[in-house]
């Protein structure tokens, strides 16, 4: 007899054995997925004043950087030191070093990620981003494109924005002292 919960779990097991195909049918991207970067999108084909080979980038990119900067992977929450650094100064793209978030406007969201309220003035850039079944604005470097993270509504005050970062994108520039 089909009742509603064994209707439920075949259901389940058919999107389960189709997932995989679904998944690569809509563009989903895991955290570690590798894309052809020859053929990716980045930032609506926007032309960037920093441009480089794959292997340009990978030959001063560490491969994680690599991943999330040029393929928009994701680094697992609570990994990046960066979450937890609370010294003034500046986080810059790892890519290209340009200065993206002042350490003024970065606060501990909880979420494992470096978040703040707010970008440097021209610093970022931002797209949509509809991975995952879902539609999220993706930020990137202004200068080189590169992936950074995303950008939700949920931060505080006085933006009410939360730019969560990976860390592994960014590098930190201590301000100067004297």
Known sequence: MLTRRTFGLASLRTIGSLGLAAAAASGL???????????????????FEV??????????????????????????????PLDKNYADGTYDCAGCDLPLFSSETKFNSGTGWPSFYK?????????????FFMTRTEIHCRRCGGHLGHVFEDGPPPTGLRYCMNGVALKFVPKASG
């Open 29 to 47: 991207r895991g955290p570690l997925a590798y894309a052809d970067e020859e053929k990716m999108t980045t930032a609506t084909e926007t032309k």
């Open 51 to 80: 441009t480089k080979t794959p292997e340009e980038w990978r030959r001063i990119l560490t491969p994680e950087q690599y991943n999330v900067l040029r393929e928009h992977g994701t680094e697992r929450a609570g990994t990046s």
């Open 119 to 131: 970008p440097l003035d021209n610093a970022v850039g931002d797209t949509v981003d509809k991975s």
